[in-house]
């Protein structure tokens, strides 16, 4: 059998870039949930404490602000810088 000449591992550049993205798709899942966290607590209390829930929400929608921002500014950056020829003419 005649070995292969691909690598076994993927570009760390390449691994990097798709996990950016991947935590990019995650980002409103899981601040789906975190946005659902409040009304299940609220069943459990006798007095809903509306005030709190609310600096809770908007505690919550800033980190999804900031974490879009973040992961938008990795991804581009990474697209940007031009990637090293790997054929080496063999």
């Known amino acids: 059998m005649k070995p292969s ?17 991947d935590g990019a798709r ?7 949930f ?3 966290l409040p009304p299940l607590q609220q069943w459990s209390e006798q007095e809903p404490r509306l005030g709190g829930q609310l600096v809770y929400l908007f505690l919550v929608w800033l980190f999804l602000i900031l974490g879009a921002f973040f992961f938008t500014r990795q991804i581009g950056v990474e697209e940007d810088t031009p990637e090293p020829d790997e054929d080496d003419g063999a």
Request: net charge positive; proline share 7%.
């Open 5 to 21: 000449h691909r690598p076994l591992f993927v570009a760390r550049r390449n691994y990097r870039r798709r996990r950016m993205r």
């Open 34 to 36: 975190l946005i659902m």
């Open 26 to 32: 995650l980002l409103p899942i899981f601040g789906l």
